[in-house]
């Protein structure tokens, strides 16, 4: 499985931004999908999951009604809309793709490389 993450970029506070996340390798639909968030000196943090349907998904609370997670398993792509961006969202962004549900690292198997979002206040 590979995983292509990008969308990243420098934003002023307040600004939106989309990451796409690219996946091949398995059958994208049969897979939960994940986005976590890395800032520097910091733990990688959950951000957002679907489904593989795309018909369920959960949010951190850092995130509800900011963020909203979709996918289009025709393009095997899920993406990541980021409004309202606050400097503290300020990470690198990693899209992952499950191995089982749940919102921990360790339910994810496979990774992208990230992509550096910036938002300056």
């Known amino acids: 499985v590979q995983l292509q993450a990008s969308g990243g970029g420098l934003v002023q506070a307040g600004d939106s931004l989309r990451l796409s996340c690219v996946s091949s390798?398995?059958?994208?639909?049969?897979?939960?999908m994940g986005w976590f968030r890395q800032a520097p000196g910091k733990e990688r943090e959950f951000i957002a999951t679907?489904?593989?349907?795309?018909?369920?998904?959960y949010y951190a609370d850092s995130v509800k009604g900011r963020f909203t997670i979709s996918r289009d398993n025709a393009k095997s792509t899920v993406y990541l809309q980021m409004n309202s961006l606050k400097p503290e969202d300020t990470a690198v962004y990693y899209c992952?793709?499950?191995?089982?549900?749940?919102?921990?690292?360790?339910?994810?198997?496979?990774w992208g490389q990230g992509t550096l979002v910036t938002v300056s206040s």
């Open positions: 679907i489904s593989g349907s795309g018909g369920g998904t």
């Open positions: 390798g398995r059958t994208f639909s049969s897979y939960g």
């Open positions: 992952a793709q499950a191995n089982q549900h749940g919102v921990t690292v360790s339910n994810y198997g496979y």
